[in-house]
């Protein structure tokens, strides 16, 4: 156990890849939290032996808002926008965890149209946010067209989801009881018009990003993350299935309608690459969008007439007393809220289990012996939030 | 050569007339101080009139290419269609604060960006841009230009060294291990046009691929193809990482090193690495349009010996420019299309794909000499 800067390092990692005839001094990096491909503000302590990383440690908290001391003293309907601000990359389906959760406690059945209208806005959320993740790993890898490609079909979807909910990234619209506003026939049939266009773009993405020789050399085979590590430390979301184990919450624990619908769980390895490696999780992102597309476009499809709030669920709306956790699939892998209701119009305690949070924690093990450059695909391919990670 | 006298005589008698003039002027002989004097005044004026123009159209064309890449506009607000962007960003950088962070090695920090600065431009001097317009016509032209790109690396390396900063020393690291893998083919692609030319002039080089398109060594005589070719690839690839572009930008690789070498520097000192690397990107593509491209010669044989077209100047200068100008395009394209590679995998491209082929390729260009003059 070695302590530098305050940093306790585990052992003495010794690299794997390379020969040490030499020996050479080592050197302590501060990466982040200013540093571009930190994703937000993560600090990553790394320490390298020229290149080559011996051992790295995260250090998270810049961005600590005490979310849940804060819905802990807020009515439940006023804590609703608080969650958005934890994965601001994926807020509805933040939304859609605490709202079954309170929803639980109270046994409050939630009409179909509603539980359609969650879905398709959950999974459009989910499309956007791994168009993000997707653009930026490429990003993280030099190439920075694709980024600006999916973002401008990432833009689309934004301004797609603010026509109904009024919000672009933190959106508010998931409600107790149901969603706060209705969407129209002429909505449903832009939104499945965007499925297919974003479908038309994948084999964009894929030519010019995920098959070039370049990105696959960097990221084949490259910060690897296999199976047991994921179930050593409670990895979920796409990381875990690109490890090769076929967990997905809307298909094992149907939340919120989803056992209506016809999809496929992708579970790597694909094509190119091995199980468990950065560009397995990336192609696993990209299946994932089009598995999205095609759970909207059925929704839009079988969406049924009817309310889209339970008519007993006002704004003074309270749970009564008891405990629930719900979890849910966000788009970076279970997001678990626990609450604990004492029958008040605020809930008792909350407690959030971030996916974020137990996926940056196999940084210091999964970054030994990785090049600067592979550490950089380890963090870009991981995707986290920081803001989900602190809360 | 008489060629390669003629080819200097225009910059020569240019600077001669100055010395004279001056010399007339404060009432002395014309003797070597006017004469240096005015030719230090004729190549700055090359710089600063051509060069540092070119520079800046550069940056222009690179945000702009960058723009339609990305479905965006690129610049268009300073100036008509944005030309006037890139010098308003010079004015900003020329009004940023100079700040050097406490704990600098000072005197490397200052001095570094006019190394790279200086020998960029030098190196670019030596490019015969037309008929006689050749500001410094050396007669190791070529040799001279890789001497330039050699330095330049010393001033980066400076700079990563002085900075007092880990990503910047990392980033000059990087630095070293890229130039001494790329340089071994970059020289010996080089070589393979000098064999077979015979000179190490660029001027005689550009003479050498006179007439139509089928003299240009890339294709020469059709069976130089299968030297030409392989020869032009290796030396485009390796004068990209020679540039520090993608998909060779180890050095300043921003999603990992911050900014690489250049990370402390701000104002007109980020400035000092930032317009070289331009200029420096145009002097490669100017040496590959020269070594391979026929230079200034026209693509249908009409221009005479020594490049002139019924004494027209601007004729050669616009195949050379053109020529060149296109290879930089393509560069600039490659930059927003292409990942980067990994350090490693920089060193095994250079040292086990593209040594082992410029080898192959100078045996090959040596052996086709010797069945031409054995005919």
Redesign the interface.
């Known amino acids: 156990m070695t302590t530098i800067q305050g940093v306790k390092f585990e052992g003495e990692a010794v690299a794997p890849t390379l020969p040490r005839d030499i020996q050479t001094d080592e050197m302590v990096f501060n990466m982040g939290p200013q540093h571009p491909s930190t994703h937000g503000v993560l600090r990553v302590v790394v320490k390298t032996d020229g290149e080559v990383v011996l051992d790295c440690h995260p250090l998270i908290g810049n961005l600590h808002r005490c979310a849940e001391k804060i819905l802990e003293n807020l009515t439940y309907t006023q804590g609703m926008p608080y969650v958005d601000r934890m994965d601001y990359l994926g807020a509805l389906n933040n939304e859609m965890g605490l709202a079954l959760a309170a929803e639980k406690i109270a046994g409050v059945e939630i009409p179909k149209r509603a539980q359609y209208l969650r879905v398709i806005m959950c999974e459009l959320n989910r499309v956007i946010s791994h168009l993000f993740c997707a653009g930026q790993f490429g990003l993280d890898m030099g190439a920075f067209t694709p980024f600006l490609y999916m973002f401008r079909e990432r833009e689309e979807g934004i301004s797609l989801i603010n026509q109904v909910t009024g919000g672009r990234l933190l959106y508010h619209y998931i409600r107790y009881g149901g969603v706060t506003r209705d969407a129209n026939q002429e909505w449903l049939d832009a939104a499945h018009k965007y499925c297919d266009v974003v479908r038309s773009h994948m084999d964009e993405y894929n030519n010019l990003l995920t098959y070039n020789r370049i990105f696959l050399n960097r990221t084949c085979g490259v910060a690897m993350i296999d199976k047991d590590t994921c179930l050593r430390y409670a990895v979920t979301g796409p990381i875990l299935r690109a490890a090769g184990i076929q967990r997905d919450l809307r298909k094992d624990m149907p939340y919120s309608s989803y056992e209506d619908f016809d999809f496929e769980v992708p579970v790597g390895p694909f094509e190119e690459g091995v199980v468990g490696c950065s560009w397995t999780r990336h192609r696993q992102r990209l299946y994932e969008i089009e598995q999205s597309l095609d759970i909207v476009q059925q929704a839009i499809a079988k969406i049924p007439d009817g309310a889209f709030a339970h008519p007993k669920v006002t704004r003074a709306w309270k749970a009564p007393a008891g405990e629930a956790y719900v979890a849910t699939e966000s788009p970076r892998g279970e997001l678990g809220f626990y609450i604990i209701s004492d029958g008040s119009k605020m809930p008792y305690r909350v407690k959030t289990r971030g996916p974020s949070f137990s996926n940056i924690s196999l940084l210091g093990e999964c970054s030994r012996g990785l090049l600067i450059g592979d550490l950089i695909a380890l963090i870009g391919s991981t995707d986290i939030t920081l803001g989900e990670v602190d809360r | 050569m008489s060629l390669s006298l003629l080819a200097g005589a225009e910059t020569q008698a240019m600077s001669t007339h100055i010395a004279n003039f001056v010399a007339d002027f404060v009432g002395l002989e014309a003797t070597w101080p006017f004469h240096a004097l005015s030719m230090l005044v004729v190549a700055t004026v090359v710089v600063l009139v051509f060069v540092t123009p070119a520079g800046l159209a550069g940056i222009y064309l690179e945000r702009k290419i960058?723009g339609r890449?990305?479905?965006?506009v690129g610049p268009n607000r300073v100036g008509p269609y944005g030309l006037l962007q890139t010098l308003a960003d010079g004015v900003k950088l020329l009004t940023k604060e100079d700040y050097i962070k406490p704990g600098t090695d000072e005197a490397l920090f200052r001095f570094a960006p006019y190394i790279v600065f200086l020998s960029v431009f030098a190196g670019i001097c030596v490019m015969p841009f037309g008929p006689g317009l050749t500001p410094a016509n050396l007669d190791v032209g070529l040799f001279f230009f890789l001497a330039m790109i050699g330095i330049e690396t010393i001033g980066i390396v400076m700079a990563g060294w002085a900075s007092n900063n880990?990503?910047s020393l990392?980033g000059s690291?990087?630095e070293v291990a890229q130039v001494i893998s790329y340089e071994l083919p970059l020289g010996l692609s080089a070589m393979v046009p000098v064999i077979a030319a015979g000179s190490l002039s660029l001027v005689e080089l550009t003479d050498y691929q006179q007439g139509p398109i089928w003299n240009w060594f890339i294709i020469r005589n059709g069976y130089y193809a299968i030297v030409g070719i392989p020869a032009f690839l290796v030396f485009f690839v390796s004068g990209l990482a020679a540039c520090k572009r993608?998909?060779f930008?180890l050095p300043e690789?921003?999603?990992?090193?911050?900014a690489g070498f250049h990370t402390e520097y701000s104002g007109m000192r980020f400035g000092m690495f930032f317009l070289p690397e331009y200029v420096l990107m145009l002097t490669v593509a100017c040496v590959s349009t020269v070594l391979f491209l026929g230079g200034y010669h026209d693509p249908f044989g009409l221009s005479a010996e020594g490049g002139m077209f019924h004494g027209v100047l601007w004729w050669g200068v616009m195949w050379f420019m053109g020529k060149s100008i296109l290879s930089w395009l393509l560069v600039m394209q490659l930059r927003?299309?292409?990942?980067?590679?990994?350090?490693?995998?920089v060193m095994y491209l250079c040292y086990k794909v593209l040594l082992p082929i410029s080898l192959v390729l100078i045996l090959l260009v040596a052996a086709l000499k010797l069945i031409e003059g054995a005919n």
């Open positions: 960058a890449a990305q479905n965006r880990k990503w990392l690291m990087r993608a998909p930008d690789a921003e999603s990992e090193l911050v927003w299309t292409l990942p980067r590679l990994r350090v490693d995998q």
